[in-house]
């Protein structure tokens, strides 16, 4: 019988991944991928609590999420576009101009 | 065990597998399509749980919002962009070593956190019955207008920007010159 600790541990470790992503990778294009995947684990567990609380709630806050998740990759990738266009590079760790 | 809770775990333990497997593939795939393909995975099997907890409305959501648009933008910018081969230990093996660690650290904490607790008894009104009796779409829609409308509003406002933004970031400058800056 699956009980929500499964989905909520499958969801841990998808968060953790993702997280590994941000952390390790240098690539900005990566590193998004890996902030996906921490926003669809999130969305598994509101779905999974949802599912086994009756409560349509955290299936509606899944429909937010995925429209924030939209918007944030449509943002992150023109800023990822418009950074190569100006220096032909998008090693995170290069873009330091702002750095004090 | 009864023939559908089986069904019901061999689905789930296949695209969890799946699922976890997609997400490595993302941390360790050389190259960036490499990556993005293995996220397609993971969103396709992610979409089979929302299936499996009654969430079809969700399903069909993410596999055309998440596999549909957001990997598509991916796959295009990586295509348009074609950057270098990412070398797999760009960071310092100690930066990877306590990252890791510490991510390690999260999960543990946080499956410990959820195993030792137990679930609130279910008191929502929308039981399995019910959604049997109502479409998906239906009840979530209507929630989305009534109760959630002030955040339903705000998400559409966050799009609104976001695609002015998006079009004011990625446009090329009349005149300008591709290195403007140094």
């Known amino acids: 019988m699956l009980t929500v600790t499964h989905y909520t541990i499958l969801s841990a470790l998808l968060f953790a991944i993702g997280a590994i992503t941000v952390l390790v990778r240098r690539n900005p294009l990566i ?65 330091d101009t702002l750095r004090g | 065990m009864d023939l559908g809770s089986l069904t019901e775990s061999i689905v789930f333990y296949l695209f969890a597998a799946i699922a976890v497997l997609g997400a490595l593939g993302v941390v360790m795939a050389r190259s960036p399509v490499r990556s993005a393909l293995s996220l397609a995975s993971v969103f ?39 950057p270098r081969v990412d070398v797999l230990g760009a960071r310092t093996g100690t930066q990877t070593l306590i990252a890791i660690a510490f991510t390690v650290a999260l999960a543990v904490l946080i499956i410990a956190t959820v195993s030792s607790g137990q679930i609130a008894p279910a008191t929502g009104k ?52 591709k290195n403007i800056e140094g």
Do not use: C
């Open chain 1, 31 to 95: 590193m998004f991928m890996g902030i996906e995947l921490m926003l669809n684990a999130a969305n598994l567990a509101f779905v999974a609590y949802s599912h086994f609380l009756s409560d349509m709630g955290g299936q509606v806050f899944v429909f937010i999420v995925l429209t924030v998740a939209a918007a944030e990759v449509a943002v992150g990738l023109a800023l990822v576009v418009a950074i190569f266009r100006a220096r032909d590079n998008v090693d995170v760790d290069e873009i």
């Open chain 2, 44 to 82: 396709i099997s992610l979409a089979a749980m929302y299936v499996l907890l009654n969430a079809g409305f969700l399903a069909v959501a993410q596999i055309m919002i998440y596999a549909g648009a957001v990997l598509i933008l991916f796959l295009f910018v990586i295509m348009v962009l074609n």
């Open chain 2, 126 to 177: 929308f039981t399995p019955e019910v959604l049997a009796d109502f479409q998906h779409v239906e009840i979530i829609g209507a929630l989305l207008f009534s109760e959630f409308l002030l955040p339903f509003e705000i998400a559409s406002m966050l799009l609104l920007v976001a695609i002015v933004g998006a079009m004011t970031l990625a446009r090329r400058e009349k005149g300008a010159h």
